[in-house]
C-alpha cells in the first residue's frame, strides 16, 4: 500500500516530526510504502472557492506546491494526516493542505483509507481536529483507519522519550 502523510509541524525536526518518523518506520516494515510530505515548508495558498477544478478535473487555477502533492495523492492508497495542535486545533499549515483537497471535489479521491497523527502540550485539546476528521470521514465516505493523540510535548523533542511513541509505530506496522 502506498501511504501519503501531509506533515504539518512548522518547527523542524520536532515532536510531530518524530511520531510521523515512527509511523513511517513501522508501516514501512509492514511493507507499505510512505511518502512524507512536510506541507510546512510548502507554498500553499488558501482555496479561492472559485470551481476551478470542477470544470478542469481536478486541476485548480493556482500553481503552487499543492499542484505537485496533488499529483502524489492521485497514487496514493492511503492518506496520514499529522499536525501539533496549535489553538485547539491543527496547525494552519495542515488546514491550507485540507482546503485544497476541495480540488479533488470533482473526480473524487483515489485513496479510501486516512488516519490522524496529533500531539500537543496539553490533553483535552483535541475535539476540533477529530471532529473535523471524523466529518470528512463520513461525508467522504474515507475509512478512518485510526486516530493517535500524545499529549504532554512541551518542549522539542519531548516525543522522542514518550512510551506512546511505540504506539505510534505498531499503528504503522498494522496498516497492509
Not at 13 to 27: C, H, L, Q, R, Y
Not at 39 to 64: L, M, T, W
Not at 83 to 96: E, N, R, T
Not at 150 to 164: E, R, T
Request: negative net charge.
Amino acid at each position: 500500500m502506498k501511504i501519503v502523510v501531509l506533515s504539518a509541524s512548522p518547527r523542524e525536526g520536532g515532536n510531530t516530526s518524530i511520531m510521523v518518523d515512527a509511523f513511517k518506520e513501522g508501516a514501512e516494515i509492514a511493507g507499505n510504502t510512505v511518502e512524507v510530505i512536510d506541507v510546512a515548508s510548502k507554498n500553499i495558498a488558501p482555496c479561492r472557492a472559485c470551481q476551478y477544478c470542477f470544470e478542469h478535473e481536478g486541476q485548480c487555477a493556482q500553481e503552487d506546491d499543492m499542484t505537485a502533492i496533488r499529483k502524489t495523492l492521485k497514487e496514493a492508497d492511503m492518506l496520514v494526516l499529522a499536525s501539533p495542535i496549535y489553538w485547539f486545533d491543527v496547525s494552519a499549515q495542515l488546514k491550507l493542505a485540507i482546503d485544497r483537497l476541495y480540488a479533488f471535489g470533482g473526480t473524487g479521491f483515489n485513496f479510501s483509507k486516512v488516519a490522524m497523527l496529533l500531539d500537543s502540550g496539553s490533553d483535552g485539546v483535541y475535539e476540533a481536529a477529530t471532529a473535523a476528521f471524523k466529518g470528512m470521514c463520513s461525508y467522504l465516505k474515507w475509512e478512518n483507519m485510526g486516530i493517535i493523540t500524545i499529549p504532554g510535548m512541551v518542549n522539542k523533542g519531548d516525543m522522542a522519550n514518550n512510551p506512546k511513541l511505540d504506539d505510534v509505530r505498531k499503528f504503522g506496522a498494522s496498516l497492509k
